[in-house]
């Protein structure tokens, strides 16, 4: 079994920059891909950012596409989600998610195995 935490969400304003955090415990998801999601009030999680288990390759959603990072340290056991240039938009609850297969960069939620609890991120304008 694997325990997803994710970490260092916050409230910033408009063009800030936040890193998130998720760290893996229970197993080692080193042979995983990874992936980051988001939720807004009263809207449908959706797809943010996925990573192939070697760091290698990664597959990011328009929206954030050069703004937001990934990146993972399979050493810590933890995946990264760095967020430049920040929008209002941007404001949800981001969770991190474990996909079994560990090259298959999927954008759909079902596809994924374990999920964290979320990390409120909020963007003022």
């Known amino acids: 079994q694997v325990q997803l935490v994710e970490s260092g969400g916050g409230l910033v304003q408009a063009g800030d920059s936040l890193r998130l955090s998720c760290a893996a415990s229970?197993?080692?998801?080193?042979?995983?891909?990874m992936g980051w999601f988001r939720q807004a009030p009263g809207k449908e999680r959706e797809f943010v950012v996925a990573i192939n288990w070697s760091g290698g390759r990664t597959y990011y959603a328009d929206s954030v596409k050069g703004r937001f990072t990934i990146s993972r340290d399979n050493a810590k056991n933890t995946v990264y989600l760095q967020m430049n240039s920040l929008k209002p938009e941007d404001t949800a609850v981001y969770y991190c998610?474990?996909?079994?297969?560990?090259?298959?960069?999927?954008?759909?939620?079902?596809?994924?195995?374990?999920w964290g609890q979320g990390t409120q991120v909020t963007v003022s304008s």
């Open positions: 229970g197993r080692t998801v080193r042979n995983y891909a």
């Open positions: 998610a474990a996909d079994r297969s560990p090259e298959l960069l999927t954008t759909k939620s079902i596809n994924y195995d374990y």
